[in-house]
Antibody, heavy 119, light 110 residues
């Protein structure tokens, strides 16, 4: 059964870092890719990157390279997204979402995590 | 990687068909079969409607169909219903395992 549950809302100051977690089932962790997508208030979807939990291989959108790191913990079937150097432009709902490898379809979405960046 | 271009809004009357376009480049939409479409209601997570250009996940109405020609993908909603009023986003494989989303289209049922 494919499922993902994200960590709760965060409030951060400019310049800080944030870590959002995405806990999956063991089946999901070993069978699916995990992508991260964000959506600023009133704005569209923005792709951030991918992690293959099986081997930890990652790929980041150019906009976020150097500022984002995606990791995983095999013991808890959890994926993490770290974003550094936060500005107010990073205020958004962050989603983790699964992809059956090779399908290109993002099928099971987390509930979203609101990250607010404010001084 | 620039966002794929979608019309900001598309509207139609109940029962009509509408088509949402999604224009990219030869580096993304034009060269990939991994084009997908998402429906999103306000305050909710997106929902996968189409993947691999024209495949529907289980449970998605067959009123939704996808196609692609050159650098432009399209989502057609036939027999438009009030419940179809939502935002729609396309997405395409871009490069180095990453993807790019469209700018989004708001569908209004008149």
């Amino acid at each position: 059964q494919v499922q993902v549950v994200q960590s709760g809302a965060e409030v951060k100051k400019p310049g800080a870092s944030v870590t959002v977690s995405c806990k999956t089932s063991e089946y999901t962790f070993t069978s699916y890719y995990i992508h991260w997508v964000r959506q600023a208030p009133g704005q569209g979807l923005q792709y951030m990157g991918i992690i293959d939990p099986r081997g930890g291989t990652t790929g980041y959108a150019q906009k976020f390279q150097g500022r984002v790191t995606m990791t995983r913990d095999t013991s808890t079937s959890t994926v993490y997204m770290d974003l550094r150097g936060l500005t107010s432009d990073d205020t958004a709902v962050y989603y983790c979402v699964t992809e059956r490898p090779g399908s290109g379809g993002f099928d099971v979405w987390g509930q979203g995590t609101l990250v607010t960046v404010s001084s | 990687q620039s966002a794929l271009t979608q019309p900001a809004s598309v509207s139609g009357s109940p029962g009509q068909s509408i088509t949402i376009s999604c224009t990219g480049t030869s580096s993304d939409v034009g060269s990939s079969r991994l084009v997908s479409w998402y429906q999103q209601y306000p305050g909710k997570a997106p929902k996968l409607m189409i993947y691999e250009v024209n495949k529907r996940p289980s449970g998605v109405s067959n009123r939704f169909s996808g196609s692609k020609s050159g650098n432009t993908a399209s989502l057609t909603i036939s027999g438009l219903q009030a419940e179809d009023e939502a935002d729609y986003y396309c997405c395409s494989y871009a490069s180095s395992r990453t993807y790019v989303f469209g700018t989004g289209s708001k569908v209004t049922v008149l």
